[in-house]
């Protein structure tokens, strides 16, 4: 355990690198996936389609060719990001293609009835949406939605590629410098991951038995 008390201040800085990384992506991915989902379950071609183009393009891709994407191309159109930021948009906009599936998914299991009850009722499409539909959809898509949010946390490993000094990254050089306990190193990297996951789908659960409530 000595190798881990050595070195646990250097791995724990990647780790809170990591959560934050995951938690603004999160945040990002949560808010495209909503608003593109909408618009994928919206009647009118002109909203529809510009979604399916969305979805069907940013899934074509593999992510860790997206998050190069994202950090060269972008640099080269003028935006300058960080490495980290343009981790952070590379994982949020990747998973919001995920997300709008799941969310127009749970929107279409939502009864035609409540439609038409809020149409009778004077309310607006979009008013129905917010305020009728999606509050039902989301008890329906909340598992689906903890397991992509999941997978983002572990994706996160991915965006060393482009110089972002993540947990996993701290954790692989920790073991090439030392090269004497890996199972230690690795091990300790496990528990930290399962942590984080695990406290995500407590929280989550924990959200959907009180939106049942």
Same mark, same amino acid.
């Given at each position: 355990?000595?190798?881990? =008390? ?15 990384? *995951? ?6 991915? #949560? ?11 919206? @009647? ?10 969305? !979805? ?11 998050? $190069?994407?994202?950090? /060269? ?5 003028? +935006? ?5 930021? #343009? ?16 969310? &127009? ?21 979009? !008013? ?8 039902? *959809? ?6 689906? $939605?903890?397991? %992509? ?15 972002? /000094?993540?947990?996993? &990254?701290?954790?692989?050089? =920790? ?8 199972? *230690?190193?690795?091990? +300790?990297?496990?528990?930290?991951? /399962? ?10 659960? @924990?959200? %959907?038995?009180?939106?049942? *409530?």
């Amino acid at each position: 355990m000595g190798v881990i =008390t050595d070195n646990l201040p250097f791995m724990l800085a990647g780790l809170w690198e990591t959560a934050k990384l *995951a938690v603004l992506a999160i945040v990002l991915s #949560a808010v495209l996936g909503v608003l593109v989902g909408a618009m994928r379950s919206a @009647r009118s071609r002109l909203v529809r389609w510009p979604a399916i183009g969305y !979805i069907q393009l940013i899934r074509s891709a593999p992510l860790i060719v997206f998050i $190069l994407y994202c950090y /060269f191309v972008l640099s080269d159109l003028g +935006f300058d990001l960080t490495p980290f930021w #343009a981790g952070v948009v590379a994982l949020g906009v990747f998973t919001s293609a995920y997300l709008a599936e799941i969310v &127009h998914a749970g929107i279409a299991s939502v009864p035609r009835g409540q439609w038409e009850a809020a149409r009778a009722c004077g309310l607006s499409q979009a !008013i129905t949406m917010r305020d009728v539909v999606l509050p039902q *959809a989301l008890r329906r898509m909340a598992p689906a $939605l903890v397991s %992509e949010f999941i997978k983002l946390i572990k994706d996160t490993s991915l965006v060393s590629i482009i110089g972002v /000094f993540e947990f996993f &990254h701290r954790v692989e050089v =920790t073991n090439s410098r030392l090269l004497t306990e890996p199972f *230690a190193v690795l091990g +300790f990297a496990a528990v930290c991951y /399962f942590v984080l996951n695990y406290g995500l789908s407590r929280f989550a659960r @924990r959200l %959907e038995l009180r939106l049942d *409530a």
